[in-house]
């Protein structure tokens, strides 16, 4: 004799959706002294069809809210002593910066941020800067480089 009332499925869904794992699929060379769009050519997954791996190498949320992004570079073949930054960028300025020395001419590095997208315009991109000649490597067991996020339920 009760009244059953109708919830939204949005409000209790458990997914962190949209999500997406891109990695470099092709050997991507960077020159020294310059900043330079990293190009994850190819995707793990993508909940929502988010992410750009063909043309503009970026993620664009389509729901509004906050994100956790990560993205991880393994310079090789470069030189010991040189330096390197990543930096994640929204919406074509950089928003997450950070720089290394690299040891043995080799290193991984890793960047991680929150961020807050409003589901229309907003996207994100991952750079790299370094002062000697490097190649990131495409490795697609281990998938050395890699972007990826997730959308945070709950804050």
């Not at 009244?3 to 209790?12: A, L, N, P």
């Not at 002062?131 to 490795?139: R, S």
Request: overall charge negative.
């Amino acid at each position: 004799a009760g009244t059953i009332k109708r919830v939204d499925y949005s409000y209790i869904k458990a997914a962190n959706t949209p999500s997406f794992l891109a990695y470099l699929n092709t050997n991507q060379s960077i020159s020294g002294s310059s900043n330079t769009k990293i190009q994850f050519d190819a995707e793990i997954y993508d909940s929502d069809n988010c992410y750009d791996s063909t043309t503009n190498y970026r993620f664009t949320p389509t729901e509004a809210g906050k994100y956790y992004l990560f993205f991880q570079v393994f310079f090789d073949n470069g030189q010991t002593g040189a330096e390197g930054s990543i930096s994640i960028y929204k919406n074509g300025s950089e928003r997450y910066f950070t720089r290394s020395t690299l040891q043995f001419g080799t290193q991984c590095m890793y960047a991680h941020t929150i961020v807050v997208a409003n589901g229309t315009t907003d996207y994100f991109e991952c750079y790299i800067e370094q002062n000697g000649n490097y190649t990131l490597n495409e490795d697609t067991n281990q998938h050395r480089n890699r972007f990826g996020g997730f959308k945070l339920i709950g804050v």
